[in-house]
């Protein structure tokens, strides 16, 4: 976790969020099934350990799982207190491109730099929720080359760094009860890559507004107004460029011939997220949309909440009172244990 590198905010134990682009990763989204609250509030006390004693067999592996909750689940299982920008994912109808919508309750965004790994973690995940929920999304996704994606070009480059990661993902004293948390948006993308490539480099990298074999971006001049760089760089009027960090990976299967990029944007303010994608889809200026849209559909689209890692230990001892079913929302006795360094990461 980056962290070492900056300060989270003070008296917080935030999941890992901020981890160095590992090797593999499984993105998971599930919808809760009625009458299953009880037993998933239960669960995310249990969390940490599921994910140590998997962690523990190959520790270099750095595994690590971040765990959202989508709005709706967020009012069946704490009525109590709401964290004050989580809502539905916005769909966005642009005049040619759409950001759907699509139902999630759960998501668990695990990371390792082995493949088996990150399997087995899932695996042993979905057996402690099997009964209670349904998969709607799974996707095994692998980092490609020098962190490139699957078009070709470097994909995280403007990610910040140090404090100012931290200062960008986590939430501070505007939202006091739920200080040290995070928002997530993800969404999934397949690309047309026989019309990508039946273009030339250099059509390529004006869409993108960055050389593509040297990553460096073009001058301000030479970016054209509807490039992904321009639509995603969101400045205040004073001159500040707002920030999310991605963790994006690739995905793909020669058999359906389905090859795609999973984007997965953290923020403390999610508006930041929603506003890069709003000029994507629906332009801004002079661009209609985001040229990259010409050639990636988005299928699925949701906003999560991550709480954190003392959270998911004993909701209890944020929200301060009785869950609606009249039980305290803490975990099952002796299942949140000792989480020294915070839930979402094996001990290294």
Request: proline fraction near 6%; include cysteine.
């Amino acid at each position: 976790m980056t962290t070492q590198y900056g300060n989270p905010p003070d008296s917080t134990n935030p999941q890992h969020v901020l981890e160095p682009p590992s090797q593999s990763g499984v993105f998971l989204v599930v919808t809760v099934k009625p009458g299953a609250e009880d037993h998933v509030r239960d669960f995310f006390g249990e969390i940490g350990g599921v994910i140590r004693a998997v962690g523990f067999r190959v520790k270099a592996a750095g595994l690590s799982c971040v765990t959202g909750i989508g709005s709706d689940l967020w009012d069946r299982l704490f009525p109590q207190k709401r964290p004050a920008k989580l809502h539905p994912f916005k769909e966005l109808k642009g005049g040619k491109h759409v950001a759907p919508s699509t139902p999630g309750d759960l998501l668990f965004h695990i990371r390792s730099d082995r493949t088996d790994m990150s399997f087995e973690l899932t695996r042993q995940l979905m057996s402690k929720l099997e009964g209670y929920v349904d998969v709607v999304d799974e996707v095994h996704a692998f980092r490609y080359f020098d962190q490139r994606d699957i078009l070709g070009f470097v994909d995280g480059t403007a990610n910040p760094e140090d404090q100012l990661a931290v200062d960008t993902v986590f939430v501070g004293d505007e939202d006091p009860d739920f200080t040290g948390s995070s928002y997530v948006i993800v969404q999934k993308y397949i690309h047309d890559l026989p019309k990508w490539n039946s273009i030339t480099v250099e059509e390529q990298q004006d869409a993108f507004g960055r050389h593509k074999l040297s990553d460096m971006e073009f001058p301000d001049k030479d970016k054209a107004p509807d490039s992904h760089i321009v639509l995603n760089t969101i400045t205040e009027p004073d001159g500040t460029e707002r920030k999310i960090v991605r963790d994006n990976m690739v995905f793909g299967s020669v058999e359906s011939g389905e090859f795609g990029t999973y984007f997965i944007g953290y923020a403390a303010d999610p508006t930041v997220t929603e506003t890069m994608l709003e000029r994507m889809f629906l332009g801004d200026g002079d661009a209609t949309h985001d040229r990259i849209l010409d050639f990636s559909t988005a299928l699925t689209g949701c906003l999560f909440f991550v709480p954190t890692a003392d959270f998911l230990d004993n909701p209890a001892s944020v929200l301060g009172s009785t869950t609606e079913s009249g039980t305290q929302g803490a975990s099952t006795p002796g299942a949140g244990g000792d989480h020294s360094g915070g839930v979402g990461t094996a001990p290294n």
